[in-house]
């Protein structure tokens, strides 16, 4: 079965660079989720989409925004990138809709993001 | 606010043990609750979930767990442990209306399998 694909699997960065996460969810999931992992952590609600409009926001720094795509990918844009944005970065994807059991999520591989 | 705790930082079992992973959880309404696993480096894979109905729900990999409402508490048990079960275990409540559930997520227990 298809699975959520992430790009790219692993990105090294310089502080102050920028960074695009790319995210490309299950078929015919219409919501997607990101999640911050820092080592030895866990993995922190970041923001989510649904039917391409944000529909809930966690703890992202105004340095990141994202985006939902008519094709339903999604993106993770990061600036101005710090030595503490070092993590993993997880894509989730769903079935959105109205709360229905079906909304169970589904994640992807991950891009380790490394800022040096 | 809603919060998941998992007591167990770090289990050791030997291959052939039984298991049992405790989460309890903090949520006003019914909860989502999920399991999901983690191996070293890789993504999360669900094991199982929970949204209603029959308590004890049956996972892949041999894996259960039992919805306790009055003990707000979701284990994870298996009955003979596998070396290939090594890993990082995170409990997850989903939270949120309708259809928007973000995941909120326990510290983990990580699982190390002797032989």
């Known amino acids: 079965a298809a699975g959520v694909i992430q790009s790219p699997r692993h990105l090294i960065k310089e502080k102050r660079e920028t960074a695009t996460l790319k995210c490309y969810p299950i078929p015919r999931h219409d919501t997607v989720y990101w999640y911050q992992q820092g080592p030895g952590q866990d993995p922190q609600f970041l923001i989510s989409f649904y039917e391409k409009m944000q529909s809930d926001k966690g703890s992202i720094p105004d340095r990141f925004s994202a985006q939902q795509f008519s094709d339903y990918h999604s993106e993770l844009n990061m600036s101005s990138l710090e030595l503490g944005d070092s993590a993993l970065y997880f894509c989730?994807?769903?079935?959105?809709?109205?709360?229905?059991?079906?909304?169970?999520?589904?994640f992807g591989p991950g891009t380790r993001l490394t800022v040096l | 606010a809603q919060s998941v705790t998992q007591p167990d930082i770090h289990i050791t079992v030997s291959e052939g043990a039984s298991l049992e992973l405790r989460c309890n959880y903090s949520?006003?309404?019914?909860?989502?609750l999920f399991w999901y696993v983690q191996s070293p480096g890789q993504g999360l894979q669900l094991l199982l979930k929970?949204?209603?109905?029959?308590?004890l729900v049956q996972g892949i990999k041999g894996f259960e767990a039992e919805f306790k409402r009055s003990q707000s508490s979701f284990n994870l048990r298996k009955p003979s442990v596998h070396w290939s079960d090594a890993a990082e275990y995170f409990c997850?409540?989903?939270?949120?209306?309708?259809?928007?559930?973000?995941?909120?997520f326990g510290a983990g227990t990580r699982l190390a399998v002797h032989p």
């Open positions: 929970y949204f209603s109905g029959d308590t």
């Open positions: 997850a409540v989903g939270v949120g209306a309708g259809g928007y559930n973000k995941l909120i």
């Open positions: 949520y006003g309404a019914t909860p989502y």
């Open positions: 989730a994807s769903s079935l959105g809709g109205q709360g229905g059991i079906t909304d169970t999520q589904y």
